[in-house]
């Protein structure tokens, strides 16, 4: 396959899982907390978590992880597992449609076992309490019957930690959140976490790539790791067929200029919103679905995918009033910021 027959540009730095991404994952994904690169706090807060479980020969916890797409929650809910010497049931929020799916999980777990439930906000509502009940007393009550005649049946659960991990925690209901021991908010990674996680993919994908390469890339890639394999992946193969194979800095450069990433990582959508924002609306404060409608997406779209990194890149501010170019933005887009605001 050649670098242009790919996931279409949209999709290059897309937070989210696309394409192939699934199985090169599996082989990318950090196996223990050494290995995990940079969320020192997460890292070093989870070592001790698990640390004193192990000595007190007992389950820690439970875990929820919380953060941005492609940060490495899966992963970290695997080293959960394997640093714990556990077996783990891997399901979704979206999977657990009534209480019984749920019930049937619960009551197959056995002692110490890791439950990984992803994307938790997703979790129907009757299953929901059900869970919470599991996590604080290790029971479940299977209602038997219908109408009057119904009976709750109390079953027990073997004490098993719960991981969870969610991109969206406001959506969690308070009782849910409030059962977990410990909560690890993920960050978006410097560049310099970045190179490290892309020296590491590259020794094992037998990708040759220069420190100015890597340099070149994690700069680009939005703070996600996820992103940052993925651009590796597209430099790798622009340079398989432009290049002699080898990732020096010229080489990613070009190779990301055809995918339409700037220096700092925005895409065509990214710059089409803020162009939008400046030139359509002197700057804003402008509503979202007005933005939304302007560059043809939708709100969601721009909301959850385009605005928190262009918020976290200091080139759009949300207000009361509505979305805000800041001065960066115009900067950035090589225009000379109104003066007076
Ligand atoms: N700290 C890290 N060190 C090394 N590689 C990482 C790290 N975090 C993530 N990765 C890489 O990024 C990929 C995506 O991570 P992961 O699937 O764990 O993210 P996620 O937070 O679960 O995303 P989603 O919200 O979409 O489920 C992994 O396959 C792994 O290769
Ligand atoms: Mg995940």
Known sequence: MTYDEHESDEEVVSPYQVGEDRDVETSLRPKSLTEFVGQVRVRDQLGVVLESAKRRDQAPDHILLSGPPGLGKTSLAFIIALELGAS????????????????????????????????IHRIARPAEEMLYVAMEDFRVDVVVGKGPGATAIPLDVAPFTLVGATTRSGLLTGPLRDRFGFTAHMDFYSKDELVRVLHRSARLLEIDLTDEGADEIGRRSRGTPRIANRLLRRARDFAQVRANGVLTREVCRAALAVYDIDEIGLDRLDKLVLEALVNGFAGGPVGVSTLAIAVGEESQTIEEVVEPFLVRAGLLARTQRGRIATESAWQHLGLTPPTGR
């Not at 049931?89 to 439950?115: F, K």
């Open 88 to 119: 783990i049931r891997v399901t979704s929020g979206p999977a657990i449609e009534r209480a019984g799916d749920l019930a049937a999980m619960l009551s197959n777990l056995a002692e110490g076992d890791v439950l990984f439930i992803d994307e």
